[in-house]
């Protein structure tokens, strides 16, 4: 075997171990929550009409405990942008904690269970990508997460 492709594949091997030490690495849990956007269950949401975000998390700590906060940015008219915090409901805190929230809305109106969308503010339908974030008991804030793709509010 010549020197050069013994050099080649112990390059490609430590690349390769390199690869699957980043890969196992990257779903440790970490002291910063970390949130991942999984779906939208509309994304052309009609007055009345119940909107449901679902969002993954993972916490090391798992002290995740006051508000998940969400912002509206509306593509056109920013008096339809909002932001706000939506309460985290109470689980068992446990270290490298996982699970998924349901954040729920009704565009509009006031229906017992759902955060009320308020109703676009320009006159015309809204084209609304929403940002996530949470910060835990220890301060941690977690990075900013959005829709897969903007939401169109109708009035």
């Known amino acids: 075997m010549s020197h050069q492709r013994l050099s080649l594949l112990t390059v490609g091997s430590l690349f390769a171990v390199l690869m699957l030490l980043y890969a196992c690495g990257k779903d440790k849990y970490t002291s910063k929550p ?4 999984l779906k939208a269950d509309s994304y052309d949401v009609a007055p ?9 998390f993972t916490d090391k700590e798992g002290d995740l405990s006051d508000s998940i906060f969400i912002r509206s ?7 339809s942008n909002r932001t706000f915090g939506y309460p985290v409901p109470a689980f ?6 996982k699970g998924e929230f349901e954040i729920n809305f009704v565009n509009g109106q006031f ?6 969308m308020p109703s676009p503010a320009c006159g015309r339908p ?14 941690n804030v977690s990075d900013t997460i959005s829709t897969d793709k903007p939401l169109i509010i109708r009035n």
């Not at 940015?73 to 008096?79: E, F, H």
């Open 92 to 97: 068992p805190a446990t270290t490298n904690t």
């Open 111 to 116: 229906l017992s269970g759902f955060v009320p």
């Open 34 to 37: 970390q949130l991942k956007f």
């Open 48 to 56: 009345g009409q119940l909107i449901t975000f679902r969002i993954e």
């Open 73 to 79: 940015d509306a593509k056109g008219c920013a008096a």
């Open 126 to 139: 809204d084209t609304t990508t929403y940002y996530f974030w949470i910060k835990d008991k220890a301060k």
